[in-house]
């Protein structure tokens, strides 16, 4: 059963810093895509940031010059670096990774204080 946790949520004032994590119960290089997502109440789930095959990186508009995600393989992990945080970047943060199977993490509040 493969398993994604995530972790690194908090509360932080406008114009801070989080670096969530997702930590992978297998090799995280054993998957060929990996992304960010985050939901707010009422919301669809939006997507944040993605590594696809090829390791080709995507972000939102949103958020590009902001986040930065990364794949550390020694750590099974996949990291989202988030700076310069605003308001309305607050939302639970999910990971999600595919390989043959679609798997989710739990989720981890980020909360933005202005």
């Known amino acids: 059963q493969v398993q994604l946790v995530e972790s690194g949520g908090d509360l932080v004032q406008a114009g801070g810093s989080l670096r969530l994590s997702c930590a992978a119960s297998v090799k995280i290089s054993s998957f060929d895509f990996l992304g960010w997502y985050r939901q707010t109440p009422g919301k669809e789930r939006e997507w944040v940031a993605q590594?696809?095959?090829?390791?080709?990186?995507t972000y939102t508009n949103s958020v590009k010059g902001r986040f930065t995600i990364s794949r550390d393989n020694a750590k099974n992990a996949v990291n989202l670096q988030m700076d310069n945080l605003k308001p309305e970047d607050t939302a639970v943060y999910y990971c999600?990774?595919?390989?043959?199977?679609?798997?989710w993490g739990q989720g981890t509040q980020v909360t933005v204080s202005s």
């Open positions: 590594i696809a095959p090829g390791g080709i990186i």
């Open positions: 999600r990774a595919i390989s043959r199977a679609d798997y």
